[in-house]
C-alpha cells in the first residue's frame, strides 16, 4: 500500500500529477477542494456552509476539514492507497494527520510566485464533467467548450485576482513551513513542477522509485 502527500502553491499541477498517479498505480485520490466544490455544486448543506469562504480564498475552518477528511478515508475504498491532495494546510491539520496515517512520502511540486499568477488566472473548468483546461497549456478544441462532454468552461468561483492574494498569503505563511516539519520526519520530494505535465510525473515516479510512466 502506497500513501501520498502532494503539496505545492496554486496552479502547480497537485490535481492533474496526483490524478495521473492515482490511474495508473491504482490510488484513491482525494481532494479536499474538489470535494467543497462537489458540495457547492450540489448544493448540500455542507456546500452551503464552505460556498462564500472558498470564493473569497481563505480557509475552511480545520474542524470542519478534519472531519472531511476523516469521513473520507473511512470509506477505506483505498486498497493500494491513496494520495491526497490540498491537505494538510497548516500545521494543526499536518498533526491530526500523522497522529491517524503514517505516510510514505511527500511530493512537492515546487513553482514560482511569478508563475502562479499566470496559470492560475488561465485555468478553467468544466460545468459539466470537471475536466480541467488551461488556457495556455491544454486548449479546448472549441472556445470555452469541453472536449469530452461539450458542457460550458468556467472559471473557479476562487480563481480571481483577490481570491488568489488570500491563498497565496495563506500558502507562504502556514502550508509553506510544512514542508520543513515534513521534512524531519518523512520523505519529501522536491520536483520543478515549471515542467510540462508528463516531465513532472516522470520526475515525480523516478524521485520516488515508482514504476517508471508511459504517457499515452
Ligand atoms: P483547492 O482546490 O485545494 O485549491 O481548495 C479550494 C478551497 O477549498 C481553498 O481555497 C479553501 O477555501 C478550501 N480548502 C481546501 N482544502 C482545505 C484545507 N485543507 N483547509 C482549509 N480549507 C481548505
Known amino acids: 500500500m502506497r500513501k501520498f502527500i502532494i503539496m505545492g502553491i496554486q496552479g502547480s499541477g497537485k490535481g492533474t500529477q496526483a490524478k495521473l498517479l492515482a490511474e495508473d498505480l491504482t490510488l484513491e485520490h482525494f481532494s479536499v477542494g474538489d470535494i467543497f466544490r462537489w458540495n457547492v455544486q450540489h448544493h448540500t448543506k455542507l456546500g452551503a456552509q464552505v460556498k462564500r469562504i472558498i470564493a473569497s480564498g481563505r480557509l475552511v475552518d480545520d474542524d470542519l476539514v478534519e472531519s472531511v477528511v476523516k469521513d473520507r478515508l473511512s470509506d477505506h475504498d483505498w486498497n493500494y492507497g491513496f494520495i491526497i491532495d490540498g491537505f494538510p494546510r497548516n500545521a494543526r491539520q499536518a498533526e491530526f494527520f500523522l497522529e491517524s496515517y503514517d505516510i510514505d512520502g511527500v511530493i512537492d ?108
Do not use: W
Open 109 to 216: 511540486l515546487h513553482l514560482p510566485d511569478e508563475e502562479v499568477m499566470r496559470r492560475v488566472l488561465a485555468r478553467r473548468l468544466c460545468s459539466g464533467c470537471g475536466l480541467d483546461y488551461n488556457l495556455i497549456a491544454h486548449r479546448p478544441r472549441k472556445p470555452d467548450t469541453c472536449d469530452v462532454c461539450g458542457s460550458t468552461l468556467v472559471a473557479r468561483d476562487d480563481d480571481n485576482p483577490e481570491a488568489l492574494a488570500v491563498r497565496l498569503a495563506h500558502y507562504h505563511e502556514e502550508t509553506k513551513p510544512l514542508i520543513e516539519i515534513f521534512d524531519r520526519k518523512e520523505f519529501v520530494g522536491t520536483v520543478d513542477a515549471t515542467k510540462p505535465v508528463d516531465e513532472v510525473q516522470a520526475a515525480i515516479r523516478e524521485r520516488f522509485g515508482l514504476p517508471a510512466y508511459h504517457p499515452s
